[in-house]
């Protein structure tokens, strides 16, 4: 049985569960987040000391899921409700 897996937030704790759950080819994963990439705070201090590149403190999420194949990346912005269960959920309402 194939199952639909949705991650709301391309954060740490989301693009972990991406990459750990892409492993099982009987799930489907759908990653939500209101934006098209994710800044590694903690690369950031490498950053400003001059001792990284910016593009290796951002992770592209549409290119992650592209990566991964089995997955896809639906970014919403803070206006679009997302349907769960038959009711609204409204991204701003996840910060």
Same mark, same amino acid.
Do not use: A, K, N, V
């Given at each position: 049985?194939?199952?639909h897996v949705v991650i709301?937030?391309?954060s740490?704790?989301?693009i972990s569960a991406l990459r750990k *759950?892409? =492993?099982d080819p009987n799930i489907l994963i759908t990653l939500i987040d209101r934006h098209p990439?994710?800044?590694l705070q903690?690369?950031?201090y490498e950053l400003i000391a001059g001792d990284t590149y910016f593009s290796n403190t951002i992770v592209n *999420?549409? =290119?992650l899921c592209a990566v991964l194949k089995r997955s896809k990346t639906a970014v919403s912005d803070q206006h679009s409700p997302?349907?769960?269960m038959n009711r609204p959920l409204h991204p701003c309402s996840l910060r």
């Open positions: 049985m194939r199952h709301l937030g391309g740490y704790g989301g *759950l892409q =492993s990439c994710h800044y903690t690369e950031g *999420l549409s =290119s997302i349907i769960l």
